[in-house]
């Protein structure tokens, strides 16, 4: 029997143009403003898992390569269940999917929550915990990406990719400080507690949602779905330099805002739990900054010399914050940083919803994640760099790197420097 086919997104409300609603076209349709809802607020929670996770492994261990472990344990979790996760995607109701993923989130999370609150949580267990809610995440990723093309018409995704990310990110720019203080007076137990809320609202926002997209109809096995999103992938060269340079840029740049920045905030700046999530606050301004204007800039032209700038950008950076110990200085360019950040994350993204065919989306995304995997696995290498030789130089020298890479890339390839083209085959 015939499945029916989901209806289009764009026939269930008209776009309406003219003033703030013609700038944020994505949200006039309901499924994707309800889901976008969600997302906000439980990004806003999210926040307390991030920095009580950080500050937790600080409280253990004084060591940098220590401390990349939890980029490891992250990465592991990640690159073992990454690509099934978006085969899942491309094969199943991602809507439904999410809801799994999310609960099963929480029940982790849970856990780690009540072992912190009797002190019965160790290094080893913690990075044990964290690492298999890397592996849930690594398949919810890839739905969540995959599940856009069915809330919102095609003319609208960049617009929705957009939107998305400012409600996974501007809580950067308002909770770091409050996580601070409750790690400070309700413990990193209590931040953790406060993160599974976010979990539910969203489960909740999926169970509103009218749309029941049904899956498409896939008779081959899950490894040779792997297979086939792995070859197109591969014989799109476009599609390939997105996914090189956010490797890049992942891999040399990420780790180190998201894994080592504690040890930077506390050996040079001289911070606290508190101070540290200030700075996270800086960072979350230009991210902010960076997810409004791309949010309704109103086109996606473009976007390709956006990736490429944006990535050299936010090497550049970190180059600069690597040679300051001033903590206005820094913060400044932790500002820029996290605006480059997520200029080229959401441009990047954009790109590949628009070039990739929706019955592969799940399955590219996936491959992104294989990356974020990559970034979350070399926090150990520069945090074992960053013992030999001092966090310091680590950072100058790695920034560098990264930066002088990126302006490479449109140098030596003239695909990396049409990356707005259509792809062909």
Do not use: K
């Amino acid at each position: 029997m015939n499945q029916p086919v989901a209806s289009q997104p764009a026939a269930e409300e008209p776009a309406l143009a003219g003033g703030w609603r013609g700038r944020v076209p994505a949200l006039q349709h309901r499924d994707f403003r309800i889901l976008w809802l969600g997302m906000f607020f439980s990004s806003a929670t999210m926040m307390f898992q991030f920095y009580a996770q950080g500050w937790f492994i600080i409280s253990l261990t004084d060591s940098a390569s220590l401390l990349g472990l939890l980029g490891v344990s992250r990465g592991v979790g990640m690159l073992a269940f990454s690509l099934y996760g978006g085969a899942l995607a491309d094969r199943m109701d991602r809507r439904v999917m999410l809801m799994v993923t999310q609960a099963s989130a929480m029940a982790v999370y849970g856990v780690l929550t009540v072992l912190v609150a009797f002190d019965a949580a160790n290094l080893w267990v913690a990075f044990a915990l964290i690492s298999i809610s890397a592996s849930i995440e690594s398949m919810d990723a890839p739905a969540r990406q995959a599940l856009l093309p069915e809330l919102v018409p095609r003319e609208h995704i960049a617009n929705a990719v957009a939107l998305f990310t400012a409600a996974s990110i501007s809580s950067y720019a308002f909770l770091p400080p409050m996580a601070g203080i409750a790690i400070e007076t309700i413990g990193v137990a209590g931040a953790f507690g406060i993160s599974l809320i976010g979990h539910a609202v969203v489960i909740g926002a999926l169970l509103i949602m009218r749309a029941r997209p049904y899956p498409p109809q896939h008779r081959q096995n899950l490894l040779r779905a792997v297979g086939d999103g792995l070859s197109y992938a591969a014989a799109r060269p476009r599609v390939g330099w997105l996914l090189v340079l956010s490797l890049l840029t992942g891999t040399l740049g990420f780790p180190i805002i998201s894994t080592l920045a504690p040890l930077w905030m506390t050996e040079v700046l001289g911070l606290g739990a508190v101070g540290w999530t200030f700075m996270g606050w800086c960072w979350g301004i230009g991210a902010v900054g960076a997810t409004v204007y791309l949010s309704t800039r109103g086109h996606s032209r473009g976007l390709g010399w956006t990736v490429i700038a944006s990535a050299a950008a936010f090497g550049a950076s970190l180059v600069l914050f690597g040679f300051t110990a001033s903590i206005p200085v820094a913060a400044v360019f932790w500002c820029l940083n996290g605006a480059a950040y997520t200029t080229n994350m959401i441009s990047s993204t954009s790109l590949l919803q628009v070039m990739v065919e929706s019955v592969y989306v799940g399955r590219v995304m996936s491959l992104r994640m294989v990356s974020s995997a990559f970034n979350q696995l070399a926090a150990w290498p520069l945090g074992a760099f960053a013992d030999g030789v001092g966090i310091e130089i680590m950072v100058r020298t790695v920034a560098t790197l990264l930066t002088a890479l990126v302006l490479a890339a449109p140098i030596a390839s003239r695909t990396a420097r049409s990356l707005d083209h259509a792809e062909s085959g």
